[in-house]
């Protein structure tokens, strides 16, 4: 078993939907990040958090340290937010969730 | 003006032969990371350096091994490829050691070995 796990593992929404992504983590940490990959392949980093809410543009992560759990949220969405959006939790070293697919129909 | 570079994008070659993709950072990152994307898009650590000292090497084959002639570059030389070697290899880089440190990742190098 992953000690990150998203979910879900693909969301398919029309242009304009609300879109939650969720990541449950098994390891004791105190940050989370967010990380894109476009579907070009390359990936970019979108947020690191270690409590409360983080927004960027469209997009807001938010994260409870004790419940072990974050969600990244994207408002208003367009078809240039298809990609995988990865969450990954550091300790030792980052681990990656699974990853979860996402695209947008026109 | 490209961060995290990497060479060369796709590289297919034969079974049993070696290879070697370069990976270079113009951020002045102390830290540099070599990681592995499976076809399940599954992204795993292999290596990381910290000022050309190796700081993480998981568990991988022998036949990898990664290389920091200085802090801006860290590449990685594989021997003897087996096919399940084949896969995106993404180079990244963060300020300092210490995952908790944002990274930044290059476009990456797809290797198929057949």
């Known amino acids: 078993k992953n000690e990150v796990e998203q979910s879900p593992q693909n969301l398919t929404a029309q242009e304009g939907e609300f879109i939650t992504i969720n990541c449950s983590y098994s390891v004791g940490i105190s940050a989370l990040h967010w990380l894109q990959q476009h579907p070009g392949g390359g990936i970019v980093s979108l947020f690191m958090l270690s409590s409360g809410k983080k927004k960027h543009g469209r997009l807001i992560a938010t994260i409870n340290i004790q419940e072990k759990h974050s969600s990244l949220h994207i408002t208003a969405s367009h078809p240039r937010d298809s990609a995988v959006y990865i969450c990954?939790?550091?300790?030792?070293?980052?681990?990656f969730g699974t990853g979860t697919r996402l695209t947008i129909i026109p | 003006d490209t961060a995290v570079s990497q060479t060369p994008k796709y590289l297919v070659t034969q079974m049993g032969n070696d290879k070697s993709i370069k990976c270079e950072q113009n951020?002045?990152?102390?830290?540099m990371y070599w990681y592995k994307q499976d076809s399940k898009k599954f992204l795993k650590i292999m290596f990381s350096y910290n000022n050309k000292e190796l700081i993480i090497n998981e568990t991988v084959p022998n036949r990898f091994s990664p290389k920091s002639p200085d802090k801006a570059h860290l590449n990685l030389h594989i021997n003897s490829l087996e096919l399940g070697d084949s896969a995106v290899y993404f180079c990244?880089?963060?300020?300092?050691?210490?995952?908790?440190?944002?990274?930044?990742f290059g476009p990456g190098t797809r290797l198929t070995v057949l």
């Open positions: 990244a880089s963060s300020l300092m050691a210490g995952s908790y440190n944002e990274q930044f």
């Open positions: 951020l002045g990152h102390d830290t």
């Open positions: 990954a939790a550091p300790s030792e070293k980052l681990t």
